[in-house]
């Protein structure tokens, strides 16, 4: 197994404390003192080793991840030399895993999440691991919604398709407006969007290739660039 860290914000949702010198992933926010991107890693160390870990983050970001992760490798570091959506920023993660595995596991995570049950988010983790291992499944975590949330993307899920705790994904809505987020809500067939995915390497680069040709064809010129032809 592999995963990735998303550490490329700039802190904009989070001001004041959280600044483009220092954004909320390398900020403590709890009594520990520890950061969000420590607790990020410290969370999936039971299921993935720290030379397995790679962090997606903004250049200007390099020293701070190896400050506050020392026992990261620096090769697992990968700096974004422009800022774009989180495709591109997974596909290039995939390209360096490709080259180094052949085929892996990938967890995709962000790094600026608060969550307080770690062995039951473990356990979910290890379930995705499982459904995306047995074929070309694309794993997303959805998070059971509690009130109309509208800073939130939703996904609309099929209840009547699973495979133990996992549910065919019928499609993935924008933030709503309230009486919108209500009526999700009402349905019980919808869920947060928590911006968390596991899947297998060839899987996210064979859905790239469908779905964003111009992105995978950058990606083979990196990839070609690495000494990879994947």
């Known amino acids: 197994k592999t995963a990735l860290i998303m550490a490329g914000g700039r802190g904009e949702r989070f001001w004041p404390k959280s600044r483009k010198?220092?954004?909320k992933q390398f900020l403590s926010l709890t009594e520990?003192?520890?950061?969000m991107i420590q607790l990020t890693i410290e969370r999936i160390r039971p299921l993935v080793r720290m030379e397995d870990i790679f962090i997606s983050t903004n250049r200007v970001y390099r020293e701070l991840v190896l400050e506050q992760l020392p026992e990261i490798l620096p090769e697992n570091i990968l700096c974004e030399p422009?800022?774009?959506n989180t495709a591109p920023c997974i596909g290039l993660a995939a390209v360096h895993m490709a080259k180094r595995y052949d085929d892996a596991l990938m967890i995709v995570l962000?790094?600026?999440h608060l969550?307080?049950?770690n062995q039951m988010f473990l356990n979910v983790l290890k379930e995705g691991c499982g459904i995306a291992q047995k074929a070309a499944n694309l794993v997303t975590i959805g998070i059971t919604p509690d009130y109309p949330e509208t800073g939130y993307g939703y996904i609309k899920f099929r209840p009547e398709e699973s495979d133990g705790n996992a549910y065919a994904?019928?499609?993935f809505v924008e933030k709503p407006d309230v009486e919108t987020a209500k009526e999700y809500l009402e349905t019980e067939e919808y869920l947060w969007n928590s911006g968390m995915f596991v899947w297998?390497?060839?899987?996210?680069m064979d859905n790239i290739r469908t779905a964003l040709p111009d992105l995978y064809e950058g990606l083979v010129k990196i990839g070609e660039t690495l000494g990879t032809e994947k």
Do not use: C, H, N, Q
């Open 21 to 23: 010198s220092l954004p």
């Open 200 to 204: 297998k390497v060839s899987t996210i």
């Open 32 to 35: 520990d003192g520890k950061t």
């Open 110 to 112: 962000p790094s600026d």
């Open 169 to 171: 994904v019928e499609r």
């Open 115 to 117: 969550i307080k049950y």
């Open 82 to 84: 422009v800022g774009r």
